[in-house]
């Protein structure tokens, strides 16, 4: 089983649309969440951290559910400019980060 | 914040030859690493390099394969040796801590 898994997509949505992505990890001990978003052709940029708690970044909500083992981020009003493949990363220890394979995002007018 | 370089940016290479690519640091960081993203793939770590110390290679990595240099704090250099077209793929330097992580832009190698 791979460390961290996510569906590939691509999810396919119009603008406006919510859309939601699931992110599970495998290693019970790990100790930080986040969500990357990956342009094509480009390098990989932090989106947001996930805390616990859950936290909020204007359209976007990550969530950590560490009893199953999973994240989420969650997109409301889909624009056409979050078209990217989101990554989800998980840090074991403190520094060693984990990726997923990415999820696809295509967002049409 | 971390701004990172890397350099070539891309390159062409034959099979059997080796490529070394840069990694600059605008600030000195603790831990330095390598990851490779082969097409339509996600990123791999390659190994954690550590200033004054041999690097770390994840499972299925090798230095003889992928030897490193980590001279100072804000330099490092991955080498890949004896390539072959299964290679291609694009090699990224990062730095990071427990809140985040900071990427090159990568360097895109073409195995011929």
């Known amino acids: 089983r791979k460390e961290v898994e996510q569906d590939p997509g691509p999810f396919n949505v119009p603008e406006g649309a919510t859309v939601a992505f699931n992110c599970t990890y495998s290693n019970s001990a790990s100790q930080s969440f986040f969500w990357y978003r990956q342009d094509c052709r480009k390098e990989p940029k932090l989106l947001m951290s996930v805390y616990s708690s859950g936290n909020e970044d204007g359209r976007f909500t990550a969530q950590l559910n560490r009893a199953s083992q999973y994240i989420s981020l969650l997109i409301r009003d889909s624009k056409l400019s979050d078209s990217a493949t989101y990554l989800c990363?998980?840090?074991?220890?403190?520094?060693?980060?984990?990726f997923g394979r990415g999820t696809s995002l295509i967002v049409h007018p | 914040s971390a701004v990172i370089s890397q350099k070539p940016s891309r390159d062409i290479c034959q099979r059997g030859t080796s490529l070394t690519i840069q990694c600059q640091v605008d600030s000195q960081v603790t831990m330095m690493f390598w990851y490779r993203q082969q097409p339509g793939q996600s990123l791999t770590l390659i190994a954690t390099a550590n200033q004054g110390s041999e690097a770390t290679y994840e499972s299925g990595f090798v230095i003889d394969k992928f030897p490193i240099s980590r001279p100072n704090l804000t330099f490092s250099t991955l080498t890949v040796s004896n390539m072959s077209p299964e290679d291609s793929s694009i090699y990224l330097c990062?730095?990071?801590?427990?809140?985040?992580?900071?990427f090159g832009p990568g360097t895109r190698l073409t195995v011929l």
């Open positions: 990363v998980v840090k074991r220890g403190s520094y060693i980060p984990t």
């Open positions: 990062s730095v990071g801590g427990v809140d985040t992580q900071y």
